[in-house]
C-alpha cells in the first residue's frame, strides 16, 4: 500500500463515504485533533506509569481512532445503498462514556478532596497529561461546532467531555503517584 496518493495535492481530501472536501473543512480539523490527542495519549502512556493505566489509555486510544472514524463518515454516508452501515465496528455508545466514569471514579477513591483548581506541573508526566486534557478541549470544542453545522453523534461530544474529566483526574493521580506536591491555585484578592 503507498502511503502517498498525491490527490490531497490541491489541499482537498476525501471523507468516509467519498465526498471530497478542503482540507481546512471544521470536519477534518476535528478529525485531525483526534488524531494529535492520539498521539499525546501514547507519549503519555510511553511515561513510567502503572501497567492498569496504561491498558486504560491503550483502550482510549483505540476508542479514539473509533471516534475518529465516525467524524470522517458525514450523517448522509453512515448508511450503504444495501441498508448496511459504512463503518462496520463497534460505535462510541453509553458504555465507552461509562467506562471513563467508573475509571474516574476508581482514581477519585485514593485521592485527596480537591478543594481548589490546581496549577498544572510539578512533573513531567503530569504535564503532558494536562497537555493531553487541553487538546481533549480543544476537540470538544471543534466538535460542538461541527456539530452546530452538521448533526453528529451527540456521543462523540459526551464522550470528548468525560475524557477530559479522565485525564484531568488522572494528572491528579500521576502528580501522587509521583510524590509531587499538588499547588492549589488560590488568587490573591484586591485589596
Not at 19 to 41: C, F, H, P, Q, W
Not at 84 to 106: F, G, M, V, W
Request: proline share 3%.
Amino acid at each position: 500500500m503507498k502511503i502517498y496518493t498525491k490527490t490531497g495535492d490541491k489541499g482537498s481530501t476525501s471523507l468516509y463515504g467519498g465526498t471530497r472536501v478542503s482540507k481546512d473543512n471544521i470536519r477534518i480539523e476535528a478529525y485531525g485533533t483526534v488524531d494529535e490527542l492520539n498521539a499525546n495519549i501514547g507519549l503519555l502512556r510511553d511515561q513510567k506509569i502503572d501497567t492498569s493505566t496504561s491498558e486504560s489509555l491503550l483502550k482510549i486510544q483505540n476508542e479514539l481512532f473509533t471516534l475518529g472514524a465516525m467524524l470522517a463518515t458525514p450523517k448522509e454516508k453512515e448508511v450503504l445503498k444495501s441498508g448496511k452501515e459504512r463503518l462496520n465496528i463497534p460505535k462510541i455508545t453509553e458504555a465507552s462514556i461509562l467506562y471513563l466514569e467508573n475509571q474516574i471514579d476508581e482514581m477519585n477513591k485514593t485521592l485527596p478532596e480537591m478543594k481548589y483548581f490546581v496549577l498544572p506541573g510539578g512533573h513531567q508526566t503530569v504535564s503532558y497529561c494536562h497537555i493531553t486534557r487541553c487538546i481533549c478541549r480543544r476537540v470538544e470544542r471543534i466538535s460542538v461546532s461541527l456539530n452546530e453545522l452538521e448533526e453528529i453523534d451527540i456521543h462523540i461530544i459526551m464522550y470528548l467531555n468525560r475524557l477530559s474529566d479522565y485525564l484531568f483526574v488522572l494528572a491528579r493521580k500521576l502528580t501522587y503517584d509521583n510524590n509531587v506536591e499538588e499547588i492549589p491555585w488560590i488568587p490573591e484578592h484586591k485589596k
